[in-house]
C-alpha cells in the first residue's frame, strides 16, 4: 500500500557512514566533464535559512492532474513551471538560489540551457566560465543527499493522498498538547546538558545537533519514565534505553486497519 522507496538504501547507507557521521562534504561527479561537486551540511547558524528555502525540493509535482506537468523532470518542472510564478512574498527563484549557495558554494554561479537534444540542464559557472552541467536525473539525485543530509528523521517513502492525510491526521493529535520548542530553546537546552556554548553549538551541522538535541531529551525522558516505573502506583511499560530503541519511520502505526483505528483512538484520547 505505502512501500515505495526512493532513495537507493545501500548508497544511503554509505553516504551516513562516510559522509554524514563526519560532517564531511559528499563528493558527487558530474557526467560533464567528471567535474565533482561537493554537498555541504548546512551548519545550525545557517539552518534558518535553508529552512525558509529547502520547500522548493519538496513540490510534489504529481499531484497535478496535468499529464504534461507529471511526465517533466523536476528540475524542468522549476524552470519552466514554479521559477516563473515568483513574487515578492514567494520568490521561489531565490529559495533555489539559496539552497544551491548553501549546499554547493556560494563561489559558483548558477544557470539554465537546454542542450542540442533540448533536454534542460543546470549549469555551473566560475568566473564566467561554464565548469559542468547537471542533468535532471543528476539534479534529483544532489536533491536527495542534500535532503537527507540536513535532516535525520526525513523520509522519502512515497504515499498516497488519503495514506498522507491520515497521517497527518495522527501526529497531530498525538502532539496537539505538546510544544514544539524553537531553535534557540532547543539551542539552550543542548547547551546546558552539554556544557558546550552558543558558538560551539552554531557550529555543527544540524544533522548532528538535531541527534544530540534528540538523545538528551529521550535519555531525560527514559529516567524520569524508570522512576515512575519503580512506584506502584504508576504503570509503565518495559522501557528500552533510547540509544537501542529501533528507529521508527512516519508511517510505523499503518501496519493494519485495527492498528490504525486504535492508534487514532488513542491519539484523540490524549
Known sequence: MIVVIVVDKEQLRKYQEYYFANGLDV??????????????????????????????????????PDPTIISKSYLQYLVEDVLPQSTKDANFQQMLVTILNLSLGEEYTYVFGY????????????????????TPKEFD?????????????YDDTEVSEDIRKAAEEYYSLKFKNQYMPTLEEKKA?????????????????????????SQCVNVDTFFSQKILQASEKYKVDDLVYPLFKKKETPFDFLQDAETFKNTLSKAAQA
Open 115 to 134: 542542450n542540442e537534444k533540448q533536454k534542460i540542464y543546470l549549469g555551473i559557472k566560475k568566473d564566467d566560465v561554464l565548469l559542468a552541467k547537471i
Open 27 to 64: 563528493p558527487f561527479k558530474l557526467s560533464d566533464n567528471n567535474y565533482i561537486v561537493y554537498i555541504k551540511p548546512i551548519s545550525v547558524k545557517m539552518f534558518a535559512f535553508y529552512k525558509d528555502s529547502v520547500g522548493i525540493l519538496k513540490i510534489d509535482k504529481n499531484k497535478t
Open 189 to 213: 537546552f543542548l547547551s546546558f546538558k552539554s556544557g558546550l556554548t552558543l558558538q560551539q553549538i552554531n557550529e555543527m551541522t544540524y544533522r548532528f545537533f538535531e541527534i544530540a538535541y
Open 141 to 153: 539525485k544532489i536533491s536527495e543527499i542534500i535532503l537527507f543530509y540536513n535532516d535525520p528523521n
